[in-house]
């Protein structure tokens, strides 16, 4: 049977403009047994959360699927996490949340290109604002998508 390649790669998520005095941080791991890593709190300032996945190319496809303890969601559309406020463990904000990053859109030949640097992050930037003022959550929109630095 082949072996299915994969190598890893390194993410990084730009968090801008986040409200002032909320805790952000980055969710590992899946349900009751998830922990926040990263944890900061904005004042006023990007915020980045930066994390490795390993990209898996099943044999015979073109469609990558990524793993790690920042994956989220099923294999096809998966997702990453940052949790905002009491989720990210800041007991007395008013704000609960989380803010669903997509890994969509990461195609083939993006990965081929930063496979070629061994310094190459995929960055996404994201509002760290919702349009009621509070915390960017749930899906993030408006979204870019993934741009390769290197």
Known sequence: MP???SHELRFRILLRDSPTGVDFGLQLGRSATSTVAQLQRSAGEDLLFEFPLTIVVPEGTDSPDFRGTAAQGPKGSRFIYLCIGRSAGQLHSPWDRRL?????????SLLHRAAQHPAAVLEARVPGTGRDGGPNCATVKPFDGWKLQT
């Open 3 to 5: 072996k299915t390649p």
């Open 100 to 108: 669903k990053v997509p890994l969509s859109g990461i195609t083939p």
